[in-house]
């Protein structure tokens, strides 16, 4: 029986995914291959947060102070902490714009009647598939150039590119952000600035209210400033830390915010440079700001908890790699490799190799070579005559000569050492 004829399994699509994200509670969210260092996020912010609020609690309880106004601090602080650690989460465990690979290329009819300067192999590999590498598309009256992408097997739409980490197509890709362990998309970006934002706010309301903390003490202490400081150790260790990261998250707001008001990526801007070049999703600052801010979130493309089999998905999960390599020949894979080898070794591609050959050399090579042995055979040495007008003769001084024309004039006379040197230098002399 045919494997395909035996049952087919199904499973999750977030069982067979071929992505690097990481799934937890049954595909319900999905994280970046580097979801650890989400943990070292959560502890740079929640570490201090909870120290601030340790801090103000015992303001109020063992320190003569308004009790009403300690309290009204602790809850704030506790709140902002607690908002920005949501929006970390929101950012990082949730799909980014994911697009949906594709199981076969798309249909390449239409490339074939197309003669751009990027046509290429698709991966440079076989030929059976030529697709332009890069198409033109229309946005808002300009034109924008969209890529193939060979691992999802599909044009990428514009502002869509494909990030090396997670291994997928994300629509409108800002970068992969490290600390939150995810890609920044059109899905997660708004609660990407909003982390940034409130881990900014949350930063500059510790480092004043610590400092609120240690002037207080320094009336306590007849104004001694340094005195106060030594008295309150972990209000100085907050202000030295928010001193520090503000700089960071500050200034992580305010290029986003300047991306947000221009409509730009991170990945948009350090490619292209707006700044050089009109940019096609400008809209205006309120334009930009209204689309960012209060327009809907659009829905994902995958569903992650549907069910898929798996043999479909196999298939996709090799294609991707080789681009269907089940579609060619054993022969021409045996000539891939060899071709992928001599790419290694010289440096050029196949496509490159072949582009490269100066075929008008080998079809003279050919020519000659079909001449030669249509001469050949009519050569016939098993003692019959020699058709050609080439006669040999050995006179008796020891050498002989040839006559290449036919009509008894020699042409050359080599000396004759033995049988052997005769027989080579005469074949030699047949001009074949």
Known sequence: MAPDDGPTKTKRLYQVWKGSNRFFFGGRLIFGPDVASLFLSTFLIAGPAIAFCIRMYIKIKHENTNVGRGYSMLTLGALLSALDLG?????????????????TPPDSDEAFEETTPSMEWVNGRTPHLKLPRTKDVMVNGHTVKVKYCDTCLLYRPPRASHCSICNNCVQRFDHHCPWVGQCIGVRNYRFFFMFISTSTILCLYVFVCSWINVLEKETDNEGNIWKALSHDILSVILIVYCFIAVWFVGGLTVFHFYLI????????????????????????????????????????????????????????????????????????????????????????????????????????????????????????????????????????????????????????????????????????????
């Open 87 to 103: 929006f970390l989460f929101f950012t990082s465990g949730r799909d980014p714009g994911i697009l949906p690979r594709n199981s």
């Open 261 to 432: 008001c221009s409509n730009q990526t991170t990945y948009e801007n350090f490619r292209y440079r707006y700044d050089k070049k009109e940019n096609p999703y400008n809209k205006g600052t309120a334009g930009n700001l209204r689309e960012m801010f209060f327009s809907k979130i659009p829905p994902s493309l995958n569903n992650f908890r549907s069910f898929v089999e798996e043999s479909e998905h196999i298939v996709m999960g090799s294609m991707t790699p080789n681009c269907v390599e089940g579609q060619i020949s054993s022969k021409e894979k045996i000539d891939i490799e060899m071709g992928n080898r001599l790419a290694e070794d010289t440096g050029y591609s196949l496509p490159e190799i072949l582009r490269n050959l100066d075929y008008d050399d080998l079809e003279d090579e050919m020519m000659i070579n079909k001449e030669g042995e249509r001469r050949m055979d009519s050569l016939v040495f098993d003692g019959q005559d020699v058709k050609p007008p080439v006669e040999i003769s050995i006179p008796g001084d020891g050498t002989f000569k040839t006559d290449q024309n036919g009509d008894g004039g020699f042409m050359e006379s080599y000396p004759a050492r033995n049988e052997t040197d005769i027989t080579a230098l005469s074949l030699s002399s047949l001009q074949i």
